[in-house]
């Protein structure tokens, strides 16, 4: 199966990693499996940690790491 990731499904800016955050990512999971994670580059030191936080909160797998975007997935079901 093929998915297509051409379009940032998340941007994480300045404020960070919060609850909104979380359920956002939580609902677009549920719906796509795999969701695209761009950080601002003002954050990208805090980044390891962010991701490490939505991992934790959403039990979702991180696929890939390239410069500020992350993908993760979770399955559905």
């Known amino acids: 199966m093929r998915r297509s990731l051409s379009t940032t499904t998340l941007q ?3 404020a960070g ?3 909104k955050v979380i359920k956002e990512i939580k609902r677009q ?3 796509k499996e795999l969701v695209r994670i761009r950080f601002a580059r003002s954050i990208a030191s805090k980044k390891e940690t962010y991701i490490n936080e ?11 790491l ?5 993908i993760i997935f979770k399955k559905k079901g």
């Open 66 to 70: 390239r410069g500020n975007v992350a």
């Open 29 to 31: 999971l549920k719906d």
């Open 17 to 19: 990693v919060n609850e």
């Open 54 to 64: 939505i991992i934790r909160k959403t039990n979702a797998k991180l696929i890939d």
């Open 12 to 14: 994480v800016g300045k």
